[in-house]
């Protein structure tokens, strides 16, 4: 990759060379869940950001003044994403939508608030888009008509050039060159073998029946603890930590969700995607083993809410105390 600086696309005008960097992680985490080899999507995704900030210092000469983070959070999950701890500590704003993964929420709310600080800022504001494979042509063509300097950051180029119109050509890199490292680099599978309608029509199972099976519901068990907060889940990484877990014991990962769909505790589902299809697995609330399980699990964050709430109320007491100490001191100090 040329470290040659694409001065060219600056603007002259602008006064502050500075940056606002929006990210459509729902999208950037899917991709590097469903083709990297890294078991931890969400430390990938932080190194990306913190390796695109210090690219468009030297590559554009900007230094980053805001990262916007924007997440879908799945209905009934009260504690959030669990990336939220580190994105704070990074000064990155999480903006969450309350959204199915599989919608393009994340996506339209990003582009709108995009326009909202473009409104607010002028062409003082400049920014760069970060997208796993989204191209978001109608944002990136406005805010280059307001002047902007704009550039789209993703994982994956688009098939063919003539995919993407003149001005976001101009405007795109692919950055998955900064993901670096030991099992960070995207694996290239096969683009053959394109899914009919039929195989990527939801499999919601009509029938259910109780796990009786204790090495299967420990799988399910297994799944929820570690993917029950998502919507949909990657069928890639949860084969890869279903081997973990039973890598000393002779059960098989896809096995083992064989016996969970038979029974109708899950469904597979294929999703369209670029530039291949990919497949996630739904966990089905109807089926009883399921629903018992998410309930105990609302109820323990729920739990453990209520009792960090109540730690701030008693460190907040202790605190008013202190200070009514103080004051008693101080009118001691000044009697006459």
Same mark, same amino acid.
């Given at each position: ?142 805010? &280059? =008509? %307001? $002047? ?6 993703? !994982? ?6 003539? +995919?993407?119109? @003149? ?102 589902? &294929? =999703? %369209? $995607? ?6 996630? !697995? ?6 009883? +083993?399921?629903? @018992? ?44």
């Amino acid at each position: 990759m040329s470290r040659k600086k694409h001065d060219a696309h600056y603007p002259a005008q602008l006064k502050t060379p500075s940056v606002i960097i929006c990210v459509d992680y729902s999208n950037v985490f899917g991709i590097i869940s469903q083709r990297s080899d890294n078991d931890q999507p969400d430390a990938v995704v932080i190194d990306l950001i913190k390796e695109l900030k210090k690219f468009v210092k030297e590559e554009y000469g900007l230094q980053t003044a805001r990262v916007l983070c924007f997440a879908s959070l799945p209905p009934n999950h009260v504690k959030g994403h669990r990336a939220t701890g580190a994105w704070l500590s990074l000064g990155i704003e999480p903006r969450f939508t309350y959204a199915k993964t599989s919608d393009d929420a994340t996506a339209i709310d990003l582009a709108l608030e995009a326009g909202d600080i473009s409104n607010q800022m002028g062409q003082e504001a400049s920014f760069v888009v970060l997208s796993g494979n989204q191209w978001f042509v109608p944002l990136i063509q406005r805010l &280059k =008509r %307001r $002047g902007h300097f704009v550039q789209l950051a993703t !994982l994956e180029s688009p098939e063919s050039s003539d +995919d993407l119109p @003149e001005d976001c050509r101009q405007s795109h890199i692919n950055i998955e060159f900064l993901l670096g490292g030991p099992g960070r680099k995207l694996s290239a599978e096969s683009k053959s073998g394109q899914a009919d309608d039929d195989e990527l029509a939801s499999r919601k199972p009509a029938h259910t029946t109780p796990i009786t099976d204790e090495v299967v519901k420990r799988t399910l068990e297994i799944i929820d603890s570690y993917f029950g907060q998502y919507e949909e889940i990657y069928l890639t990484p949860l084969l890869r930590k279903l081997s973990e877990v039973f890598e000393n014991s002779d059960d098989e990962p896809k096995a083992l969700i064989n016996d969970l769909e038979e029974v109708g505790a899950v469904w597979l589902q &294929k =999703r %369209r $995607g670029f530039p291949h299809n990919y497949t996630v !697995l739904m966990l089905n609330d109807d089926h009883p +083993d399921v629903a @018992e399980l998410k309930e105990a699990r609302l109820s323990s964050e729920e739990e453990v809410y209520d009792e960090d709430e109540d730690d701030y109320y008693d460190d907040y007491a202790d605190h008013d105390d202190d200070l009514d100490l103080d004051a008693e001191e101080d009118d001691d100090r000044y009697e006459p």
